[in-house]
């Protein structure tokens, strides 16, 4: 079955404990991509990679970091978590034409105490 | 860069009734344009998009959407409602790169 996985689904974290949130495709996607998504401001791009080992940043990439060593996985990672980064973060991955529709996870409801 | 504006952020109809989801766009160029609905607790995924062609598209659900170049709207329409639509709907502009607009919520009542 075509997805993209995210783990882990629920985190309660504190104040700067550094934390990875992976995802994963396994269509053999070009183009992945995160967001977080907050009420009232829907989804807004943190980071996005056209393929491995090239990654830009998206609208609102401060105190994110990401890599993309493999072609199916492009883990998240907050080194210094914060509470203004409480959301529900979505991974997401397409073909490589902008013309195809992306496939999200099922979402990291993240908190930050 | 392209800007998207859903205008309403909370739709509220009456089962059986027209569902009108609003999305317009700026961009001289025209750009690929897809709505995608979330049902709580879940991710997104796709109701229907339009790349070329015929511009008023049909999706899942009964959903269409027609692409209207010289408003630069692409609106989501369903005939008649039904309480499983509750969601929330988001309207996505690719070109060159992506944008999401607000979303909007829409609620059936009974």
């Known amino acids: 079955e075509a997805q993209v996985t995210q783990n882990p689904r629920y985190l309660i974290t504190v104040t700067g404990k550094k934390l990875t949130v992976t995802c994963s495709q396994n269509?053999?996607?070009?183009?992945m991509s995160w967001y977080r998504q907050d009420p009232g401001l829907g989804l807004r791009q943190i980071y996005y990679?056209?393929?491995?080992?090239?990654?830009d940043k998206g609208d609102v990439p401060e105190g994110y970091k990401v890599s993309r060593k493999e072609k199916r996985n492009f883990p998240l990672i907050l080194e210094s978590p914060s509470p203004n980064q409480t959301s529900l973060y979505f991974c997401?991955?397409?073909?490589?034409?902008?013309?195809?529709?992306?496939?999200f996870g099922p979402g990291t409801r993240l908190t930050v105490t | 860069a392209q800007s998207v504006t859903q205008l309403g952020s909370h739709v509220s109809v009456s089962e059986g009734a027209l569902v009108l989801l609003r999305c317009n766009y700026s961009?001289?160029?025209?750009?690929?344009l897809f709505w995608y609905v979330q049902y709580p607790n879940q991710g997104l995924q796709l109701l229907l998009k339009?790349?070329?062609?015929?511009?008023l598209v049909k999706g899942i659900n009964g959903f269409e959407a027609e692409f209207k170049k010289s408003e630069t709207s692409f609106h989501l329409t369903k005939p008649s409602a039904h309480m499983s639509d509750a969601a929330e709907y988001f309207c996505d502009v690719s070109l060159g790169d992506m944008r999401f607009g607000a979303g909007t919520r829409l609620t059936v009542k009974p």
């Open positions: 961009s001289s160029v025209p750009p690929y």
């Open positions: 997401a991955s397409r073909g490589g034409s902008e013309r195809r529709e992306q496939y």
């Open positions: 339009y790349t070329t062609g015929a511009t």
């Open positions: 990679s056209m393929n491995v080992e090239v990654t």
């Open positions: 269509m053999n996607h070009e183009y």
